[in-house]
């Protein structure tokens, strides 16, 4: 616990992020010093977090989203994200390998935490992500797919569910893989404006 809070970052959680992540060592070390500097109890909570985001939108509104992130990352429930927990989700929301990304979607989507994905909650992340998108971008939007609903109803008739049905991860996964606009519909494209904000705060 207590090397948390240290100027260094151990060498056991660099060694990790190192190898899960496509970042560089100097890159962690850089981001480890911002991160104690915003986060000097070396976990950040969720108020911070949305901050963050907040920081990286400023013509929309990314606080569901931001929520709903911080519940998929923060494994242990406990509140706040520690360092590694926090550059896990920035390397996974930007530029994961497939499968890991879709997993953490489906982690993402599923709210309640139950392992099933009903209607209701696609629509609630969907919702989420069209908060993020400037209302000017909205307008420019597919007219099958401009509105949270539409986008909604696109996702679930593609996986042939009825109104009540649910998805399992599994069938998640597989389904999004073989389906490149299902993977466009479930996500927000986000991650340059992130990568490039935390590139501005290393210097």
Avoid at 65 to 76: E, G, K, L, P, Q
Avoid at 99 to 116: I, P
Avoid at 133 to 161: H, V
Wanted: glycine letters at 6%; one cysteine or more; proline letters at 3%.
């Amino acid at each position: 616990m207590g090397n948390t809070k240290s100027g260094a970052l151990s060498k056991e959680i660099l060694d990790d992020l190192k190898l899960n992540t496509k970042y560089t060592e100097e890159e962690l070390c850089a981001w480890y010093a911002t991160f104690l500097k915003e986060c000097p109890t070396g976990r950040i909570t969720k108020e911070q977090f949305e901050g963050i985001y907040a920081s990286f939108f400023p013509d929309a509104d990314p606080t569901a989203y931001a929520r709903h992130v911080f519940r998929s990352f923060d494994t242990n429930a406990d509140g706040t994200l520690d360092f590694k927990e926090y550059i896990v989700a920035l390397h996974l929301t930007s530029s994961g390998k497939t499968l890991r990304k879709l997993e953490w979607a489906f982690a993402l989507y599923d709210v309640d935490g139950n392992g099933t994905i009903s209607k209701n909650e696609v629509q609630e992340i969907v919702r989420s992500i069209f908060n993020m998108i400037p209302g000017e971008d909205q307008k420019n939007l597919p007219e099958d797919e401009n509105t949270p609903e539409k986008r909604a109803d696109k996702i679930w008739n593609f996986f042939g569910k009825m109104e009540d049905d649910k998805i399992g991860e599994g069938e998640f996964i597989q389904g999004v893989m073989e389906n490149k606009d299902i993977l466009r519909l479930i996500q927000f494209d986000e991650p340059k404006k992130i990568q490039e904000k935390l590139k501005e705060k290393k210097h």
